[in-house]
């Protein structure tokens, strides 16, 4: 049976392959999508890897970045884009060209050419390869170059990061998430069309043939035109290579918000994305500071100064921080610090009794005053997982988050006790008045209602007196956080509540305190839509499940009802919100003439994919290899998770209160 993962990862290989080969020599320009694939390619190393394959120089640039640094020591470029925005590729490389007189361009677009696209989408939304390339040429002759410039124009889907073996995610659509109003804009639609013709370029390079499932709207619109693709390439003239099936499964995110803005979660993961800053332009890593193991860095090396991050790290650390429990991991950690010190004329480290956060940070200290610095760097990527372990269990966040897990098993055990006469808002009204005595902000606070309000769903009724109280305590925390940022204006990096804050340059009281009320009726509106989403699906609608009469009633995700409803069930059961597209049912019908049974279920085939659009968490990832551990046999097909991005709570808090 093909193994479908490496056949991905060998597909990644080798589009990676192709691009270094032609960086010698040359200067290298990429958007910080591209840099995200790469990073996670390459643990961390992609800079270092361009330049080992020959990059004179290394360039980031941005949909909004203007200022190319002009290169003296090369003829040659190479521009790498995940963009399927023509306009984009218009400006940006005029841009560069315009800086520099080369005599050889290679572009590697995240479109392909419309003359070979054959999607309804609009022609001028197409990235036309024959008139990009005359438009480079046309501009590279502007700048006086001595012979006929050379411009190549290359296809290449570069749309995936893989975090572990079964976790990947495509950090060009990080900011897709499907909208509560159903209402999906031209832009998103656009979006949809292009990871569409990614997934059909990779499933069709490596010879799967798909059965397609959906659950929900803007999945449902994914799989149409991921299907459309396939049926224009089924089309042609040329067989394309069949080695193997595969059910996709597209799930919208927001049909389960309350599993993504938990903090009540199992997986250590989720309380490391919870603590640490992501990297700059990245969306699934972390930023880890290594001043405790290399000391302090001043003066021009600041500038320079890498963090550490989850990629880099030793493999099998992200499995880890997924499945093992926080015990275990600080086992591990103070483990491998003792097998650090295990060196000639190095005192012998005491075994704590209780092993925490605190304890290894006192190990490291002084394994730090010892040891040099090259010595401490030979275990970097050890010493990045025990940072992480460390940062996370001793920063100041970490009391925030037990306070926030406790809320939630409130809301929980009062929802599932009181139900319609639940007094949770009542009480976390009280908690928004005072939030600044708890140490809690207000991103965190409707994280937690988002939870709340997606828990309930249609199961439970908020009375609209408690919700005018709850709104009336939003509008006046929003009002203080105005009050505050005038009085103290941020001087470092604004969260994204603040930001849009900032923004809307209140300057009087009265003016203020209306554009709180708004603010706070507009999150009361989403809170109800949130309540909303799962009303249209019959198997799903509900997360709160009291799984038997011996057990208490608790948050079940809708990827874990699905995954075990994938594995557990009679594959003659049809699962009823999975809807499968047109052509699978065609190909289905001879499956019937041949087998004696249609295809309807996704264990027909001997790998399954799910892909949640709008993202996935590392709590999914742990729920995935724990239910297949459980309800799994042999005759289960292997399940593959992915989504746009690795969320956090409050990704989703600014994804759909501030985007």
Same mark, same amino acid.
């Given at each position: ?22 960086? !010698? ?21 992609? !800079? ?73 989408? *609009? ?95 803007? *999945?449902?619109?994914?799989? @149409?035109?991921?299907?459309?693709? &396939? ?27 309350? &599993? ?53 790290? @030793? ?12 015990? @275990? ?53 050890? +010493?990045? *997982? ?36 639940? *007094? ?101 509106? &989403?809170?109800?839509?949130?309540? @909303? ?6 198997? !799903? ?67 399954? +994919? ?16 724990? &239910? ?32």
């Amino acid at each position: 049976m093909t193994d479908i993962i490496f056949e991905i990862e060998n597909f990644i290989s080798e589009c990676w392959a192709n691009i270094f080969a032609e960086v !010698y020599d040359t200067v290298v320009y990429m958007d910080h999508s591209a840099i995200e694939c790469l990073h996670w390619y390459t643990a961390g190393k992609g !800079y270092l890897m361009l330049k080992n394959a020959g990059a004179v120089a290394v360039y980031e640039f941005g949909m909004y970045q203007f200022q190319y640094v002009k290169v003296n020591s090369t003829k040659k470029a190479v521009i790498v884009s995940t963009s399927g925005d023509p306009a984009f590729y218009q400006r940006t490389i005029r841009l560069i060209l315009a800086k520099n007189a080369f005599e050889s361009c290679t572009v590697y677009c995240g479109a392909p050419c419309c003359t070979t696209d054959h999607s309804d989408t *609009s022609m001028e939304d197409k990235l036309d390869y024959i008139k990009l390339k005359k438009d480079i040429k046309t501009w590279m002759v502007s700048e006086n170059i001595s012979q006929e410039p050379a411009v190549n124009i290359t296809y290449m889907p570069l749309f995936i990061a893989h975090l572990n073996k079964n976790l990947f995610v495509t950090p060009p659509y990080g900011d897709l998430m499907p909208p509560l109003d159903g209402n999906i804009p031209n832009d998103t639609s656009f979006k949809l069309n292009l990871l569409a013709k990614s997934f059909h370029k990779l499933f069709d390079s490596i010879g799967v043939k798909l059965d397609i499932y959906s659950v929900g709207k803007l *999945s449902s619109r994914l799989a @149409e035109s991921l299907e459309s693709c &396939t049926f224009s390439s089924e089309h042609k003239s040329h067989p394309s290579r069949v080695s193997t099936g595969l059910s996709l499964i597209f799930i919208d995110r927001t049909l389960d918000l309350c &599993t993504p803005t938990s903090n009540n979660t199992k997986s250590f993961l989720t309380k490391v994305l919870r603590t640490f800053p992501r990297l700059p332009h990245h969306g699934n890593d972390i930023a880890i500071d290594m001043s405790p193991v290399i000391g302090a860095i001043t003066g021009i090396l600041q500038a320079y100064q890498t963090p550490g991050c989850l990629a880099s790290m @030793e493999e099998g650390t992200m499995d880890r921080f997924i499945l093992q429990t926080e015990k @275990e991991l600080l086992a591990i950690a103070n483990q491998s610090l003792n097998d650090m010190s295990s060196v000639k004329d190095s005192p012998k480290l005491k075994t704590p009794v209780r092993i925490s956060g605190h304890s290894l940070e006192k190990v490291l200290n002084k394994i730090q005053t010892i040891n040099s610095i090259d010595s401490m760097m030979m275990h970097a990527d050890k +010493l990045q *997982s025990i940072l992480a372990i460390i940062e996370t269990l001793t920063s100041q966040k970490a009391g925030q988050l037990e306070l926030l897990t406790s809320l939630e098993k409130l809301a929980l055990q009062n929802l599932s006790a009181s139900r319609e006469s639940s *007094s949770i808002l009542i009480q976390l009204s009280n908690i928004v008045r005072t939030r600044l005595q708890r140490g809690l902000d207000i991103e965190n606070l409707l994280a937690l209602l988002t939870h709340i309000y997606a828990l309930a769903g249609t199961q439970i009724r908020f009375s609209a007196q408690q919700e005018r109280q709850l709104e009336e305590s939003i509008a006046d925390a929003i009002f203080e956080d105005f009050q505050m940022l005038k009085k103290h204006p941020l001087t470092s990096k604004k969260s994204t509540y603040q930001l849009t804050l900032s923004l809307l340059e209140v300057e009087d009281i009265a003016t203020a305190q209306e554009t709180s009320r708004r603010i706070a009726s507009r999150i009361i509106c &989403t809170l109800r839509s949130v309540a @909303e989403q799962r009303s249209m699906l019959q198997d !799903y609608r509900f997360c709160m499940i009291k799984p038997s009469s011996q057990e208490m009633i608790r948050h079940v995700s809708v990827l874990e009802q699905i995954t075990k409803d994938i594995i557990c069930s009679d594959t003659n059961r049809e699962l009823r919100d999975l809807h499968q597209r047109p052509s699978s049912f065609i190909s289905a019908g001879f499956n019937s003439i041949l087998r004696g049974k249609a295809k309807h279920h996704p264990c027909d085939n001997p790998h399954v +994919l799910i892909y949640i659009v709008g993202g996935i968490t590392a709590e999914e990832a742990k729920i995935i290899q724990e &239910t297949i551990s459980i309800h799994g046999n042999k005759k289960s097909s292997p399940i593959i998770l992915a989504g746009s991005t690795l969320l956090n709570p409050l990704d989703i808090v600014n994804k759909i209160f501030f985007c």
